[in-house]
């Protein structure tokens, strides 16, 4: 192909069963994006409710991969990055809206700064409020002071003036270098939901890369408020959340971490049952956080 044809970015959308927002998705990226050769690549986790023919029938110019089952996000992802033509790579999930000229923003920063391996953009709220965008590296730590709020710390989403280095940006718009992708390994196929990215990101880092959040880069997420209320979610999520990380804290520390791990929840939920031992909605909340925490630790040992 022609240099002047081949397209400088390959954004990669995974599509499960939400037509109408990745069809909303792909309009804003048309609207909002120029100074840069693109092209787009919907991959269909299977959603066995017409969304590939919805997409097809409304969006023209859009390379369409149908999933033979759905593969969950990263290697969902991966089947995307093998069918792209672009040198730096944009998944960017199905429930985000484009403003300003925020790809392109993203696509000149790792472009300019070789020794970034991949960077994202703060994440908006519906309200226009900043979502969650990052996270530090996660350790034991990170998961014991979530629970201590003296000693919580500010993400740097909420006072970034200029690009800031973090341990990991958040999967629903991470641009990385298809270089660093590949030798990396690309996503590990055994998350099939949640820590994929910051699994993916603790090696590309590991690589001598650097990892960075670009605040003047901002892109609506549509579920950035309730994805992150765990009473909206269901049993099966929940779990699968839990799953994974103990299977992150396998994969980047060792066998024994995923035990550490579970100890700390337990024994969190365990304090916050008996300060809140006269409180019957309380004490139903908590013991159905143990139950689904044990619930994912019993499928880890499985697995």
Known sequence: ???????QLSIIIVNY???????????????KTYGVRYEIIVIDNDSGDGSVEFLQERIDGIIMIKAPENLGFGRANNMGVSAAKADTLFLLNSDTVII??????????LKTHPDTGACGGLLLNRDGSIGYSTSPQLTLGHYFRAYIPR????????YAKSPIEVGYVIGADMMVRREAFERAGG???????????????????????????VPESRII?????SGTKIKQKSEFIRIEQAFSRFLYFRKVYNRRYPWYLYMLF??????????GAFKSHRRSEISYRMGIMHKAFRKYLAR
Do not use: W
């Open 1 to 7: 192909m022609d240099d002047s044809l081949k397209p």
């Open 17 to 31: 069963k939400t037509p109408q927002m990745t069809l909303e998705c792909i309009e804003s990226i048309k609207a």
């Open 100 to 109: 300003d000229n925020s790809i392109k923003t993203l696509y000149d920063y």
């Open 151 to 158: 000693i919580k710390r500010k993400p740097p989403e909420l």
């Open 187 to 213: 996503f590990d196929p055994d998350f099939f939901l949640y820590c994929e990215e910051s699994e993916l990101s603790f090696r590309i880092k590991k690589l001598g890369y650097r990892i960075m959040l």
């Open 221 to 225: 997420h549509l579920e950035g408020m």
């Open 266 to 275: 337990m024994s969190q939920y365990t304090v916050s049952l008996l300060r």
